[in-house]
């Protein structure tokens, strides 16, 4: 696989301890600019306030023979009614074929069926779809105005026809944030590869942050809607999440109340341990800051990586990847993503342990934010396991 140029829980969010509850003050919306994204489909189109192709949602709670070759030729054939290939003889009459014969009692033999009617003018044949279509494709055609998923946010790609599947990408928001800031000012995915190659749903939790008893039954109504009324390639469904958004896809892959494995990879950015039996392993890409000072007991994201590799049955070693540095949003500083791949994986797991300082609480960086790679590299990512 090639990455990046190479392949009862209550969801709380950050606070004073691995939960996250304090609200910070969100930098202004920025571009991230132009990553070099090794092996990326698409091209990041200019934004709209809709998103790529348009946005529909709520904020509170309430998818011949081939060219170049010849057919064989057969040589020899014999004149009718003889089978030998041999003339009959002069004055004689040709024997006639016993099989063309009727017998004595049989019946006539039946005519043949005549060949299936040709297409009425006009008419186009029937698609054949891929066996991972979702049960909406071809109930409607272009991208809707309004999606009416209750409680979400969804965007759709420039392509996007009613009749293609494509994939899914839902998006969990942190604490105290709600859709809206998640995709205009925490993730910043309006005009990127992700908004114009993906559905993307931008879910609001219940609550200040997520709490798997009571948003877990929530996604899973918004995932059946958008399967039953959306072109969705059931074999890309994926999630990414910002500090609470990407507790609560740990919950969804652990908890057993959940045990979710509809995902075909996941991208948390800022998540933390929980303590689950190991879930069925899924591709990972891990972002954690490595001087996280809103996960006092797990700044560098050592125990939240834990989890991951354990699931995912990997050995200790790893592997460096290398990732293009960028401009935080916070002072235009380099950053260092800092990423490897473990090694020896029943899934594929990549942790970026980076130094963005970006995400302000009270003005003071935290490290905590969503870094300025991490988009490109979630799409590189996600790609990869389509």
């Known amino acids: 696989m090639v990455l990046m140029g190479t392949a009862g829980l209550v969801g709380?969010?950050?606070?004073?301890?691995?939960r996250e509850t304090d609200e910070y003050e969100p930098p202004p919306y920025v571009g991230i600019g132009n990553l070099t994204v090794p092996n990326g489909s698409g091209t990041?189109?200019?934004?709209?306030?809709?998103?790529?192709?348009?946005?529909?949602?709520?904020?509170?709670?309430?998818?011949?023979?081939?060219?170049?070759?010849?057919?064989?030729?057969?040589?020899?054939?014999?004149?009718?009614?003889?089978?030998?290939?041999?003339?009959?003889?002069?004055?004689?009459?040709?024997?006639?074929?016993?099989?063309?014969?009727?017998?004595?009692?049989?019946?006539?033999?039946?005519?043949?069926?005549?060949?299936?009617?040709?297409?009425?003018p006009g008419q186009q044949p029937p698609v054949m779809l891929p066996a991972s279509a979702s049960a909406g494709c071809g109930l409607s055609q272009g991208i809707p105005g309004d999606a009416g998923v209750p409680n979400t946010l969804v965007t759709f790609p420039p392509g996007y026809t009613g009749s293609t599947p494509v994939p899914l990408l839902f998006a969990f928001h942190g604490a105290g944030r709600t859709n809206t800031d998640m995709r205009m000012v925490d993730s910043r995915t309006m005009g990127s590869q992700l908004e114009n190659t993906y559905v993307m749903a931008f879910m609001k939790?219940?609550?200040?942050?997520?709490?798997?008893?009571?948003?877990?039954?929530?996604?899973?109504a918004a995932l059946d809607q958008l399967l039953a009324e959306r072109c969705i390639d059931t074999d890309a469904i994926f999630a990414m999440g910002h500090s609470s958004g990407a507790q609560f896809i740990v919950q969804m892959?652990?908890?057993?109340?959940?045990?979710?494995?509809?995902?075909?990879?996941?991208?948390?950015?800022?998540?933390?341990?929980?303590?689950?039996?190991?879930?069925?392993?899924?591709?990972t890409l891990l972002i954690h800051g490595e001087n996280d000072t809103q996960r006092p007991g797990d700044q560098n994201g050592a125990q939240d990586i834990s989890q991951y590799v354990r699931s995912n049955q990997c050995q200790a070693a790893t592997t460096p990847v290398a990732v293009p540095s960028c401009a935080s949003l916070a002072g235009g500083v380099a950053v260092d993503a800092g990423c490897v791949q473990y090694n020896g994986c029943a899934a594929p797991t990549f942790f970026c342990r980076h130094d963005d300082p970006n995400y302000l609480d009270n003005g003071n960086p935290t490290n905590h934010g969503w870094p300025c790679f991490a988009n490109s590299q979630i799409f590189a990512f996600l790609e990869s396991n389509r």
Not at 270 to 280: F, G
């Open 12 to 18: 709380l969010a950050c606070g004073t301890d691995d």
């Open 253 to 283: 892959l652990g908890d057993n109340r959940a045990r979710e494995t509809r995902f075909a990879a996941v991208a948390p950015v800022a998540s933390s341990l929980y303590n689950n039996p190991a879930w069925q392993p899924v591709p």
């Open 44 to 120: 990041p189109g200019a934004g709209n306030p809709n998103g790529a192709s348009g946005a529909s949602g709520l904020n509170a709670p309430s998818g011949a023979t081939p060219s170049g070759t010849e057919a064989p030729q057969v040589s020899g054939l014999a004149p009718a009614g003889t089978g030998t290939g041999a003339a009959p003889a002069p004055g004689s009459t040709p024997a006639a074929d016993p099989s063309s014969m009727q017998q004595p009692g049989q019946q006539p033999a039946a005519p043949a069926a005549p060949p299936p009617a040709a297409p009425a």
């Open 205 to 220: 939790s219940a609550g200040n942050a997520w709490d798997l008893g009571t948003d877990y039954p929530r996604f899973e």
